[in-house]
């Protein structure tokens, strides 16, 4: 197993930023804190070029740099397993001077995506046009927005592009999943109001696993390049389309419900993610009305020795989203600016 982006041991960081204002710090931070060089005409720059890909490729070992990295290589990095860190994910380092190595961020969203293939849509039983209005209401609509973008990177952002209503991956297959009573299962038969929206028969069962399990062997593979991982897993949800078994007639559904797994969420984890929530005047609850988190199959059934984190965040669509159901972006980059703070938090961890 090997961790590459280990700063401890080869020094290295790979580190975006979006404003002149982060790059005028990390070049400040460069130069008194780790003794490196920058040369005048970096200082004096005060835009971002057109073809600026915002990333320090920072080797604190070797005090250098090198900057505005060519795209294709950085489509490379993307591509590679390493690991970026954001502007003020740097800065947080920087204040422990360099000697805490975070996790490796994985961020799941399963419940977004917007692809049909017809093998799976030949099930369905009700209208087209009923069918996506289910599949609006219960897609986890824009939540990809909630992560900072210089996280978004192939291996540590997954997002399931299957339509949930035709593949779950966030539910077990077999009848250890709860959610197989109510037909919404890892292949859907019913929608959130028990209207049956699918014909499930043992040859869509399998060709819907070929979907989830292509998904669950890109996360597995993630755990065996990196020692150490931080999961947050990402969902929205509106009071609508919650089971009424989940729901309790004395209490009402937060803001933000945090989803954790009794041995793989560590409760500084939870604190973390609740204070930052509840600063901002958000309402929270542990494991209400949804309860758990991702584990990477390859932690659960033992086969890899990485050391994994998970936490989930369930946004109420309420605090995001207008009354026709559409997310309304300033709100987005509101709640992205808590989930970097959460990250920034983590940092210790």
Known sequence: ??????????????????????????????????????????????????YDTRTFDIDLRRKSFIYNIQPFIGAAMCSSGVRFYSASEFFRIAELDFKKVPRFLVFHVPHDGWQFPEELMSSICVPGETFMRYHEKMRDAEVNQLIPACYRTQTMYYRFGVSRLLCDVERFIGPEEPMERYGMGFCYERGFDGVQIKHVTDELREKTMKYYWEHHRRIDWICGQNARILVFDIHSYSDEIVPRDFLRMDRATPDICIGADDALTPPALKEIVRKRFEEAGYSTSINYPYSGCLIPNAVLSGASTCSCISVMLEINKRIYCNAAGQAVTDKLLSLQGIVQKIINDCVTL
């Open 1 to 50: 197993m090997t961790e590459k982006n280990n700063f401890r041991k080869n020094g290295l960081l790979r580190v975006r930023f979006e404003t002149p204002e982060e790059r005028t710090e990390i070049i400040r931070i460069l130069e008194k804190q780790c003794g490196i060089s920058v040369s005048e005409k970096l200082k004096r720059m005060t835009e971002i070029g057109k």
